[in-house]
């Protein structure tokens, strides 16, 4: 017998280590649209400092800087996918192409141009933020 499904469960946030707070922060608010801090915190004990960053449809992306953090691999969609765990998190936009245009010019790393999705309807893109992590940017078509 399986457990029942908890009776709400729905995306809060997404969590990522960074190298410096404040450059990660400014891309995020700046080039993502992550513009208001819900909190900004440390962690005694562990070198920690972080925030937690909206964006006006209501998606958290919490930023950590640990100090003696070391970089992961280079993020790369199929690439990421060797390795066990989360690799990536997706912004679903209205309009892909302009969307992928506008970070790039404003400094995220181009992964990959946008194209159509194996479901042969939805449009997607992949940037990197300053540390490499992938966001993907997603443009999902009406069924």
């Not at 280590?17 to 992550?34: E, K």
């Not at 909206?54 to 930023?63: F, S």
């Not at 280079?74 to 066990?84: F, K, N, Q, S």
């Amino acid at each position: 017998m399986t457990a029942p499904a908890p009776e709400v469960l729905r995306f809060d946030h997404v969590g990522a280590s960074v190298a410096d707070l404040d450059r990660s922060a400014r891309f995020y608010g700046d080039v993502l649209g992550f513009t208001t801090v819900e909190h900004a915190f440390t962690l005694p004990g562990h070198d920690i400092r972080g925030v937690v960053l909206i964006n006006p449809a209501g998606v958290r992306v919490e930023l950590f800087e640990r100090q003696g953090s070391v970089p992961g691999r280079a993020g790369h969609p199929t690439e990421g996918a060797l390795t066990r765990g989360w690799f990536q998190f997706g912004l679903a936009v209205t309009d892909l192409r302009a969307t992928y245009a506008r970070v790039v010019a404003a400094g995220a790393t181009p992964v990959f141009e946008p194209r159509v999705a194996p479901d042969g309807k939805t449009l997607f893109a992949f940037v990197g933020d300053p540390d490499g992590n992938l966001v993907e940017l997603l443009q999902r078509t009406a069924e």
